[in-house]
T-cell receptor
Framework: AQSVTQLDSQVPVFEEAPVELRCNYS??????LFWYVQYPNQGLQLLLKYLSGSTLVESINGFEAEFNKSQTSFHLRKPSVHISDTAEYFC???????????FGKGTMLLVSP | NAGVTQTPKFRVLKTGQSMTLLCAQDMNHEYMYWYRQDPGMGLRLIHYSVGEGTTAKGEVPDGYNVSRLKKQNFLLGLESAAPSQTSVYFC????????????FGPGTRLTVT
């Protein structure tokens, strides 16, 4: 069975500061990893995903995540956050044996001026 | 393209009442999903469908029924609503395969009193 752990339920940061949102997963087989973002009162949308190849994946709005197989982690980072990055971020995992995603409980990123 | 749409956006039910939530997608996706989102719990899968006429149980199926009579529509029914079903419900769809992103609807906020 798959599981996803997001250790931080809430991360407050100041604008232009760096941020890391942590995600660890457990799975006995090869995995596919996703980060989704949910802005207030909206549905989820894909931020970035790791399928194979380079362990560092980037999004168009400056976020990046690194797949670390030995530590079973897929942490999300941004070197300088904006107020508009305030949202809830969900890490999710699937594997070749499943057609469904398993989500973490989410991390609320709160960016203040 | 409208993407994934959900009807209604908001609903208040009394305990014991029934209702149906409608999800529609115009992307010709085979797979569709129903999730519920509760504070601190992330997204939990209720039911899903891998094609027209097929449905399967997810993590929290009790108290819900679903139907997929047409490829583009996925209905979620509550036969006898309970206060524990107060939640935000999201529908999603995607192309078959564990590495394809899911596209989410805007959600339905349901309150059961």
């Amino acid at each position: 069975a798959q599981s996803v752990t997001q250790l931080d339920s809430q991360v407050p940061v100041f604008e232009e500061a760096p941020v890391e949102l942590r995600c660890n997963y457990s799975s006995s087989v090869s995995v596919y990893l996703f980060w989704y973002v949910q802005y207030p009162n909206q549905g989820l949308q894909l931020l970035l995903k790791y399928l194979s190849g380079s362990t560092l994946v980037e999004s168009i709005n400056g976020f990046e995540a690194e797949f670390n197989k030995s530590q079973t982690s897929f942490h999300l980072r941004k070197p300088s956050v904006h107020i508009s990055d305030t949202a809830e971020y969900f890490c999710a995992v699937s594997d070749s044996g499943y057609s469904t995603l398993t989500f973490g409980k989410g991390t609320m990123l709160l960016v203040s001026p | 393209n409208a993407g994934v749409t959900q009807t209604p956006k908001f609903r208040v039910l009394k305990t014991g009442q029934s209702m149906t939530l409608l999800c529609a997608q115009d992307m010709n996706h085979e797979y569709m999903y129903w999730y519920r989102q509760d504070p601190g719990m992330g997204l939990r899968l209720i039911h899903y469908s891998v094609g027209e006429g097929t449905t399967a149980k997810g993590e929290v199926p009790d108290g819900y029924n679903v139907s997929r009579l047409k490829k583009q529509n996925f209905l979620l029914g509550l036969e006898s609503a309970a206060p524990s079903q107060t939640s935000v419900y999201f529908c999603a769809s995607n192309t078959p395969g564990p590495f394809y992103e899911q596209y989410f609807g805007p959600g339905t906020r349901l309150t059961v009193t």
